[in-house]
């Protein structure tokens, strides 16, 4: 079986409030987009990397990455849900419907590689795939429409979903397909899949991998990358 990865860059980084989207920020003299594409490549069984890319994308090039068999780029789409589903269509005449999809954020610039490779072996007998998670640590609180605690939610069994996510390729295709058929634009392809009745597996990752979503998550990044780098 084949490993194919995807990683959905066509966002504008509403949240984060800048001029350039976030993942072409730099961070430690690489933008957010390249520190992703750099782990996930380097996972030697990686055949090829899809990138979705915003329609109007003007950065990428600045990237000057060597497109080849290895590397490829297609259009993105208004949700995250339809740039994954762009980059599947990109990869019809190469993947097998049983082949495993990883698909990562490009703003999950610190992802490890030992995360990546330790959920492709927790999945790889598994009927269904599964994700990096991590479980939540902090007391959880349910705001009320006046801003002020309505409960207080019980977090054990609680996880946060984070990327990469692996899954087959047909199985992926096809419950992306139906969710926004449905109506349902999913955050995440795990949701595709537990819509259609499937339980994805959770395997615990780093907490370390973060999402930039917000300013101030930018140093915080380039502190853990710099720390890792140490390890
Ligand atoms: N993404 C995408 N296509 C979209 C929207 C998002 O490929 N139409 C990608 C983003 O580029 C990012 C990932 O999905 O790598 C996670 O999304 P998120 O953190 O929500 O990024 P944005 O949508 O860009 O940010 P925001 O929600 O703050 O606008
Ligand atoms: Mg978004």
Not at 57 to 63: K, Q, R, V
Not at 148 to 169: E, G, H, K
């Amino acid at each position: 079986m084949a490993i194919w990865a995807i990683i959905p860059a066509a966002g504008i980084g509403s949240r984060m409030q800048s001029g350039v989207p976030k993942q072409y920020l730099q961070i430690n003299n690489q933008t957010v987009l390249a520190h992703a594409l750099t782990r996930l490549s380097a996972v030697a069984e990686v055949e090829c990397v899809v990138v979705a890319l915003h329609p109007r994308d003007s950065h990428w090039a600045t990237l000057a990455l060597q497109e080849g068999p290895r590397l490829t780029t297609c259009a993105g789409g208004d949700d995250r849900c339809r740039s994954v589903l762009n980059a599947l269509a990109a990869l019809q005449t190469r993947a097998q419907q049983d082949d495993w999809v990883l698909v990562h954020d490009a703003v999950r610039p610190c992802v490890t590689t030992g995360d990546i490779c330790r959920l492709l072996g927790e999945v790889a007998e598994h009927p269904v795939g599964g994700l990096l998670a991590v479980p939540v640590s902090s007391t959880l609180k349910k705001a009320g429409a006046d801003g002020n605690i309505c409960a207080t939610v019980d977090r054990t069994d609680l996880w946060q979903a984070s990327t990469p996510q692996v899954f087959r390729y047909g199985l992926l295709r096809k419950t992306l397909t139906d969710a926004i058929a449905a109506g349902v634009l999913v955050t995440d392809e795990a949701s595709a899949l537990e819509l259609a009745g499937f339980a994805p597996r959770l395997v615990r990752g780093r907490a370390d991998n973060i999402k930039i979503t917000f300013p101030e998550d930018l140093p915080l990044a380039s502190l853990i990358l710099q720390a890792q780098a140490r390890e």
